[in-house]
């Protein structure tokens, strides 16, 4: 069915001769534009058309699971760990750490100038990867937890990712059983193992390490 | 909902207790109408939030307040004791938390009732008069276990016009942030015509390699020195553009910057509330009649110092009110008014901020006082009879000092004036006293304007930078390590003909020794009370004023550090305590091992060290200039002794000697080279015009590694017998 196109030929995107015009100045007022624009819609589809939709339709869905939580993902050493998202603030890059008298160690740093606060900088290599060499910590990420604040120095970051709960698989028992064990499971980005660390632990321990 | 009622608690009974005290001077309707008000408000509070038990005593309280305004009654000291006391209960509502309003209201609910029955009596019959108790109040304050959850629940008083000011800074520093995006549009077009620029040339290149004509060529150059020009004018532009922006911003970001240290500040009566009160019952208790007066009301206070000035105050008030001034008939015998003048003061000079306490009361007696001070032995009789007054005064402040006959509840145990002392120097400011026999006493109090910006020394230490508050800082010197001495295997410089002695700062923050270099000594000399000691540290790098912050508490007390701050370049720097780094060197010196000051030593690894002994200047000179040309570091010595004690304090790889020298010749100097443990090792050259056999076999006999003779002296012989022997510089 060929579609009626008086509005290209004798309308206002044509040589505007049509009889109507003087009345309606505009052809967008008439109703047979709407009526044009109507059987746009109402137009059959070509078969092909229709075959693909079908196709797509019949498709199974994909159904996004319910349990998905969002993790930051860093790199340690030559390890990638996983923390939480709700726990960070801020991702930057390194600034100057100032160690303090009695206090800076292999874990706890220093101080470090962060949007005009000072906040505590934590080497969390010793902790998660022990007996790994000097790493080169290119980022700081400002991690919280109930009002205690951190800043972690490490390598690299992945970014931001949503795993479902399902996909974490639990850590390997050498890892699990060992004391200081801050990981619970483990899962897999890309090509990567992925080490999901605990919160409550990994900040328990950072705590530690700045006491007096 | 209770917190609100708390705010608004506080806020009426502060007005009701000052404008009570001040209505028993004067009672003018207009006066009374603030403090019905405040009654009624409370009265309407209270209901709301259902804390009936207060309903009825607030309106007993409004009742007669109202019945004043109206004239139908005259308030005596009886009613505004009792108006007091009701009060009083208002201000202990405002000062607990809210969870133990209800339960407290319950346990006084009696106490309420008979309260507001008796101020309700008021009204018909007259009141009791004379000297009430006003110690009659229901419970000791907890306010002061309150504080430190008061202070969490960051409830902070800043002035109306600081804040819509700090709004203002705020907002134009957004706009000027924005006005820089057109900026970045503006390079991009510049970029482009450089581009464009540099596609000519590589076109005008191109034609000189395919041998295009000079006038074509000419003309050719002709455009790209017009883009050229174009470019520069555009990038002109930018130039004035942007340094305008950056002069704007940078002042905006001032403004704001002073604008919310100045927030800080709080107008001097904010803490002043109740001293009108405490001033009143004093008297009372004391028998005697005092015109109290602040000054400098509205002067700007420091939040904090202001707080800490309460307790001092008071004591300064409480000491004036019994022991300065006279009782009336005292003071009517003396021909002064039997109302006794208390004023207290609040003045910013010369940049500090000046509190002083002032009475025109009996004044302190110098010979009393003198007395006093032998009695108790903390000076001999002559030493104290040459003591001028002003000296005298400053044994006030001692603690435990009190010439006070008796103690009474209010006063006379010698610990107030201690505290004022220690609170003035815990800021950094100090207290004094002045007094005519007879004629009255002033103390006066000089503060910083401000404790959160301090001014500093910065240092480095260890490769970090420290800052070191500059009102404790006695002197900054630099030395040269030949000018210390050494006492007992401690070290020591001299400042103003004083020993003083020298601690590594570094060891004293419990650091790695700094392996600083430069010949120089850079020692910053602090004390506290009682010792004076000289820091040690890599170098000065200037003066800053720094804001204050507080480090994390999970780091608990660190010692030697008091805060931390950021410097003008944006990294972090922590502040130096000095009180509790005098103690931690105290403790280094008497217990551990010091480290030694030999920076000498330390460039040892960096230049070979020669020493060369001569009497001669000449050849003293000649051979320096030779060795320091090829890279050595050279030191002279002038004989044989003074060449012996050199070596004594500092390291050399090589000794270069003449032997025929005064006081000791070079031959003896080398025998002790040899036999000396430690400069046994050493290389010694002898260069002497004895060039005879005999004196080369005595030289070499001696220990010399080496016998120059000056016959065959040449710049290179010397040059390649010192390589040879210790190697290149």
């Known amino acids: 069915m ?41 137009r059959p589809l070509a078969q092909a058309e229709l075959e693909q939709w079908a196709e797509l339709f019949s498709r199974e869905k994909e159904v996004e699971p319910a349990d998905m939580f969002s993790v930051v993902i860093f790199r340690v050493g030559s390890e990638w760990f996983a923390l939480k998202t709700a726990f960070f603030q801020e991702v930057t890059d390194l600034r100057p750490v100032h160690t303090v008298p009695y206090r800076s160690g292999a874990v706890f740093k220093g101080i470090a100038n962060i949007n005009g606060e000072l906040l505590l900088c934590i080497d969390p290599a010793p902790v998660l990867t022990p007996g790994a060499g000097p790493a080169e910590c290119r980022r700081m990420m400002v991690t919280a937890k109930d009002n205690s604040r951190f800043v972690l120095m490490v390598e690299e970051i992945m970014g931001v990712h949503r795993i479902p709960a399902g996909a974490v698989s639990p850590a390997p028992a050498t890892v699990a059983k060992s004391p200081s064990a801050l990981t619970t499971g483990i899962f897999s980005i890309d090509t990567r193992t992925v080490g999901l660390l605990d919160e409550a632990d990994l900040f328990a321990t950072l705590s530690g390490s700045i006491s007096p | 909902m209770l917190d609100l009622f708390r705010i608004e608690a506080e806020n009426h009974s502060r007005v009701l207790e000052n404008g009570l005290v001040d209505a028993e001077a004067s009672q003018s309707p207009e006066k009374i109408e603030p403090l019905m008000r405040a009654a009624h408000s409370i009265k309407g509070a209270a209901r709301i939030v259902g804390l009936d038990r207060c309903v009825g005593l607030a309106h007993a309280m409004e009742d007669i307040l109202s019945a004043a305004q109206h004239g139908k009654l005259s308030l005596t000291a009886g009613h505004i004791d009792a108006l007091l006391k009701g009060n009083d209960i208002f201000k202990h509502l405002a000062a607990i938390s809210t969870a133990e309003m209800a339960p407290w209201l319950e346990a006084n609910a009696a106490l309420l009732q008979d309260m507001a029955a008796s101020i309700s009596a008021l009204l018909t019959a007259a009141p009791a008069t004379g000297p009430a108790a006003p110690a009659a109040r229901p419970e000791p304050k907890p306010a002061k276990e309150l504080e430190p959850d008061r202070r969490d629940s960051s409830f902070v008083r800043v002035l109306a016009e600081n804040l819509n000011r700090l709004m203002g800074f705020a907002g134009e520093s957004l706009v000027q942030a924005r006005s820089l995006k057109p900026f970045t549009g503006q390079l991009l077009s510049m970029k482009n015509s450089q581009r464009d620029l540099s596609t000519l040339l590589a076109g005008l290149l191109e034609d000189v390699q395919t041998g295009l004509s000079p006038d074509a060529m000419g003309l050719r150059l002709h455009d790209a020195l017009q883009a050229l020009e174009r ?15 950056s002069h704007r911003i940078e002042r905006t970001a001032e403004h704001l910057y002073d604008e919310v240290v100045a927030s800080r500040m709080r107008p001097f009566a904010d803490g002043l509330h109740g001293f009108p009160r405490m001033v009143r019952d004093l008297a009372q208790i004391c028998g005697k009649k005092v015109d109290f007066r602040i000054e400098g009301e509205t002067t700007r206070v420091d939040r904090d110092i202001l707080e800490k000035l309460e307790a001092p105050l008071t004591h300064l008030v409480r000491n004036s009110i019994d022991h300065g001034l006279e009782t009336p008939d005292e003071r009517t015998a003396a021909g002064k008014p039997p109302e006794g003048r208390l004023v207290l003061e609040a003045v910013h000079r010369a940049g500090m901020l000046n509190i002083t306490v002032s009475d025109d009361g009996r004044g302190i007696d110098p010979v009393q006082l003198r007395t006093k001070i032998i009695e108790k032995g903390y000076v001999s009789a002559d030493m104290a009879a040459s003591l001028t007054t002003a000296e005298l005064m400053d044994f006030l402040f001692l603690p435990g000092f009190s010439t006070a006959g008796k103690i009474t509840e209010v006063s006379g145990r010698g610990v107030g004036l201690d505290v004022v002392f220690t609170m003035a120097q815990k800021v950094g400011g100090s207290a ?64 103003d003909d004083e020993p003083v002695g020298i601690i590594d700062a570094s060891q004293a923050l419990g650091l790695s020794q700094s392996t600083a270099a430069g010949s120089k000594i850079n020692i910053a000399v602090i004390s506290d009370r009682l010792n004076r000691y000289g820091l040690v540290v890599d170098r000065f790098i200037g003066q800053q004023d720094l804001v204050v912050m507080p480090l994390d508490p999970r780091l608990g007390s660190v010692p030697a550090i008091s805060a931390g701050a950021i410097i ?33 030593q330390q460039q040892a690894a960096a230049r070979k060290r020669v020493l060369i002994v001569d009497d001669s200047l000449t050849v003293r000179e000649v051979e320096r200039k030779i060795l320091e040309n090829q890279g050595y570091d050279v030191t002279v010595a002038v004989d044989g002794m ?11 790889n090589l000794v270069l000697s003449d032997v025929d020298m005064p006081r000791m010749n070079g031959i003896e100097m080398v025998r002790r080279i040899k036999q000396d443990a430690r400069l046994r090792e050493m290389a010694v050259m002898i260069v002497s015009y004895k060039d005879r056999d005999e004196d080369r076999v005595l030289g070499l006999e001696a220990g010399a590694d080496y016998y120059l003779g000056k016959s065959s002296f040449h710049d290179d012989t010397l040059i390649a017998a010192v390589r040879d022997l210790i190697g290149e510089a």
């Open chain 2, 231 to 245: 470019v520069s004018e555009k990038l002109i532009g930018h130039i004035e553009h942007f340094e305008l922006f």
């Open chain 2, 642 to 652: 003074d060449g012996w004690n050199m070596l004594q304090s500092a390291t050399f």
């Open chain 2, 432 to 495: 004094r006293v002045e007094s005519r026999p007879g004629q009255g006493t002033t103390f006066h109090m000089q503060l910083p304007l401000t404790l959160s910006v301090l001014r500093t020394l910065l240092v480095a230490i260890n490769g970090e930078p420290y800052a070191l508050p500059l009102t404790r800082i006695d002197r900054i010197i630099s030395v040269e390590q030949a000018e210390l001495r050494a006492l007992e295997d401690r070290q020591f410089c001299t400042v």
């Open chain 2, 568 to 600: 003008e370049d944006g990294s972090p720097v922590l502040i130096l305590d000095v009180d509790d780094l005098v103690r931690a060197i105290d403790n280094l010196l008497t217990q551990g091992r010091p480290y030694k000051m030999d920076r000498l």
């Open chain 1, 2 to 42: 060929t579609l009626l196109r008086c509005y290209k030929t004798i309308g206002v995107f044509g040589d505007s001769t049509c009889s109507k015009l003087p009345g309606l100045v505009h052809c967008r007022n008439c109703p047979e534009y709407a009526r044009a624009g109507r059987q746009l819609f109402d």
